[in-house]
């Protein structure tokens, strides 16, 4: 099986090539080597002399409060690069694995306490989540080989190259700088380390799971606050660490109070806090 993986140097597309199963035949591409804005390079890369059965999306413009101004930008890389990569694999009659968000949904479940599952209806709040949602339509409209993975709150050892590291490096950072650590503790999610993410994409391919919409995240949720405090706890840090609202950091876009994803199919990773100690163990 040839696997050609999109944005392979980002913290999840390492994830993927480290994790990936001996039987199969990688290629791994950055946006150096295309742009899937690109339809004309699209095409030659995934569906001209070389074939591929499998094509993994990772790439996609995450900055969220970016996203607000740039909204052309976000639609574009977001929905136009994947119309380009469904046409692409469609032609070639190759699987398509698109990487998606939980923000997609609005948040109101905050009232229940309930994840939201596959089958919950999308209702985004910011231009980065109608995007990644108009990228979710058109994979299904255009395909019928494919699996749409919405997964939250990402952090590998590689890190996040368009946001500047990610999460837990961020605290740590702060940390050991002997800097006063101020936390929201009031938008809920489930941190996912991507490397337990990406064994979960292939474990999905490989077991020859129906196509469709999966929710592959870690098992259970916390607030931002109560992931720092875990950080420092699995690290052995001691910091100055205030809860706060949300409303202590304006941002641009709006975000979703609940962010918590679950799944009723497919492939369920362990809790997040054995995800986390992984990661602490590799960058140790």
Known sequence: MK????GSRGQLGQDLVKTAPSQLDLVTFTRG???ITDRI???DFLAGEEKFDVVINTAAFHRTDQCEDEPEKAFLVNATGVKNLAEACDKANAI???ISTDYVFDGGKIKTKEPYYEDDAPNPVNIYGVSKLAGEYIVRNYLEKYYIVRSSSLYGVAGASGKGGNFPYTILKKAKAGEKLRVVDDMYMVPTHTFDLA???WRLLLE???YGVYHITHEG?????EFAVKILETVGLKADIEPVKH????TRAKRPLWSVLGTRKGVKLPPWEEGLRRFVDMIN
Not at 221 to 225: A, K, L, S
Not at 247 to 250: D, E, G, L, Y
């Open 247 to 250: 409303t202590a950091f304006p």
């Open 33 to 35: 080597d295309f742009d």
């Open 41 to 43: 390079d699209v095409f």
């Open 199 to 201: 064994q979960g994409i």
């Open 221 to 225: 949720y916390c607030t931002w606050y």
């Open 3 to 6: 696997v050609a993986i999109i």
């Open 96 to 98: 398509l694995i698109h």
């Open 208 to 210: 020859r799971h129906p």
